[in-house]
């Protein structure tokens, strides 16, 4: 069985074209929405709260 991700743009992302995109689950994914294709980061959610915690207590 095949699960098609879900991907939403970080609300960070600029006008320019600078842009993320993350699918965020068990195993949470990240991409750069211009080079999509490319190679994407695979981290687990846990990693992936983690980081947002530290982020948002600077």
């Given amino acids: 069985m095949?699960?098609?991700?879900?991907?939403?743009k970080s609300s960070y992302s600029t006008a320019n074209g600078s842009c993320v995109e993350v699918s965020e689950g068990h195993t949470t994914h990240i991409r750069d929405t211009q080079h999509r294709?490319?190679?994407?980061?695979?981290?687990s959610g846990s990693e992936w709260n983690a980081l947002l915690h530290a982020l948002r207590s600077h």
């Fill in 2 to 8: 095949t699960s098609e991700i879900t991907w939403h």
């Fill in 37 to 43: 294709a490319q190679a994407q980061l695979s981290v």
